[in-house]
């Protein structure tokens, strides 16, 4: 792979997105436009020429009138634009066009551009696999001119984002779009802007998660899921959460039950075909389908983030959630620790660089981790403990160092914006949180494993810290390392390589818990024993007695 974000997208994958897309050669496909936005190689072209000509030919129309409209396809490298043209033409003389009428037709549909600026014509389908691209690969004046264009995009959203915005701005009524691409826009930050962009007037009628599923031709980081989206809002989303095994083999169950009535999901140009989809949720799920599991789920609502999971986790975190209050209801408290705008400054390992009482002592969590439990690291701290700053002349060793570190610590942005308060750093401490017992959680872990702390060091950016006067820590740390909970974050919180779960607090946010108060003793203390000796299996029996779920299968 040469260029960021391309990957080339496997031949039953491809077929598998057409088919529920409604791009079939039994459709009129002449009668409307298909956009492919990064065509890559031509993984997709291919087979949509194939099925257009298949569709043309019974309709007596395979010429270069009839053809030359049909597709619009994109791409950024002209290398790409130019094997995408050798491979349509191929197909096309197939089919019996002459080299000259297949290169008047290729040249018309593929184009070099950037779809996302580009003067794109309303279409019917809107097909492909957009790249996947970081924000901060994406050149700074780029992104400054996608966030103008486009409603969706931030600074901070990867490039697919506004893929799915240029795309379905370019439906006709009726059409549909169907990509294989990151699912993180159904549970991020960034993604906020495209969820309510979609649930105001667009539908995400399927998605089918298929992270770990060998589904291109490269090894691929990112998890990718087929998300298929039409006009017209409330209509809820048939959801298929596949294993890694899953393959071309498990495609035709999952098609007939994404297939409505003989007509695609994506074809919204018959009621008929939009009430059928919806009282699909009356129907069940196939007990045929194998390497995966089902279930129909709600419309999207607004910027909410939407759970994905194994459809009986989903099941079961939806009860719990009716049952019991939210983490922050229940009485915990959490939050991020202390990023300081510039560490190679501010934060040191040797205790007599400043004054004694600016030395506040931290807690990194990668240092805890890889077995140094001492912990030796602190921050110069150039905050009181009511919040504002001390004043430099009270502490001539404090005002020396930054002094002499001065050029770098007014390149930080937060000290251009703050000019008279320089030396600040990024974030305030909260010096209440100093002598509270807490629970530490890493960013990025396999597992949920909340890490003790008494409050002697004050936790580092790189963890996440949660305090409760309702509960005991140590019983709050068994019901937090359990299977029940460590299922919340992995339901609403995306996922990084080696299915690594992501502990921020946006996603600790969602987990709900038993009031303290409803758990009798005997329970919270073996939660409690069970953190305090990192008993997972011991924590987990636990749990399910504080949320009822004795005897309940899951």
């Not at 014509?121 to 970081?134: D, E, S």
């Not at 291109?216 to 209509?235: K, N, Q």
């Amino acid at each position: 792979m040469t260029t960021p974000g391309v990957v080339f997208t496997k031949d039953w994958v491809v077929d598998f997105i057409l088919d529920i897309a409604g791009y079939v050669p039994e459709r009129s496909l002449t009668s409307g436009c298909v956009i492919e936005p990064s065509c890559g190689d031509g993984a997709f072209l291919r087979r949509i020429a194939m099925r257009l000509c298949e569709s043309a030919r019974r309709e007596g129309v395979l010429s270069v009138e009839g053809l030359r409209h049909c597709v619009r396809a994109y791409d950024l490298s002209q290398a790409s634009v130019n094997k995408s043209r050798r491979a349509v033409c191929g197909i096309l003389e197939h089919w019996n066009l002459t080299p000259k009428q297949s290169k008047q037709i290729a040249n018309a549909w593929i184009r070099e551009g950037d779809f996302l600026l580009a003067n794109v014509p309303k279409a019917r389908w809107v097909v492909g696999n957009p790249p996947y691209v970081r924000a901060a690969l994406v050149p700074r004046e780029r992104r400054e001119l996608y966030a103008q264009r486009l409603t969706c995009c931030t600074m901070g959203s990867d490039l697919y984002v506004g893929f799915f915005e240029q795309g379905l701005n370019a439906l006709v009524d009726g059409g549909s779009l169907c990509f294989i691409c990151s699912d993180r826009w159904l549970q991020n930050r960034y993604g906020s802007r495209l969820r309510s962009f979609v649930s105001d007037g667009y539908s995400l009628d399927v998605h089918v998660r298929m992270h770990g599923v060998d589904a291109f031709e490269d090894d691929v980081a990112a998890y990718p899921a087929i998300s298929l989206i039409r006009r017209g809002t409330g209509r809820p989303t048939r959801y298929i959460d596949c294993s890694p095994q899953f393959s071309w083999r498990d495609v035709g169950v999952a098609k007939e039950w994404l297939l409505t009535k003989g007509a695609a999901l994506g074809d919204a140009s018959s009621e008929d075909a939009a009430l059928a989809v919806e009282g699909a949720a009356l129907e069940g799920v196939p007990s045929a389908l194998t390497n995966a599991s089902a279930a129909i789920l709600p419309s999207l609502a607004g910027s909410k983030p939407v759970p994905l999971a194994s459809p009986e986790l989903l099941r079961l975190l939806s009860d719990l959630d009716s049952k019991y209050p939210s983490l922050e209801e229940a009485g915990v408290k959490l939050g991020i620790g202390v990023a300081s705008g510039c560490d190679e400054v501010y934060i040191t390992e040797n205790p007599e660089l400043v004054e004694k009482d600016r030395m506040l002592p931290l807690f990194f969590m990668r240092d805890w981790r890889a077995g140094n439990h001492r912990g030796t690291k602190c921050l110069v701290n150039p905050w009181n403990d009511d919040g504002t700053l001390v004043d430099l002349d009270d502490y001539p060793r404090l005002k020396d160092y930054l002094h002499r570190n001065e050029e770098k610590i007014k390149a930080r942005r937060v000290a251009k914006d703050h000019p008279g308060s320089w030396y600040r750093t990024l974030d305030k401490p909260d010096h209440s949180l100093m002598g509270r017992e807490m629970l530490l959680f890493p960013d990025m872990a396999a597992r949920s494993d909340p890490v003790y702390s008494d409050g002697t060091r004050y936790p580092h950016h790189n963890c996440y810290w949660m305090i409760s006067s309702e509960w005991d820590v140590r019983a709050l740390g068994g019901l937090m390392m359990s299977d029940l909970v460590e299922g919340y974050v992995d339901a609403f919180g995306v996922k990084m390589r080696g299915s690594t779960l992501r502990f921020q607090a946006q996603y600790l946010r969602r987990v709900h818990i038993p009031l303290a108060e409803e758990v009798d003793d005997e329970t919270r203390a073996e939660l409690g024993e069970a953190f305090v000796c990192g008993d997972r299996a011991r924590a987990n029996r636990a749990s399910r007695r504080a949320y009822g779920l004795e005897g309940v299968d899951a």
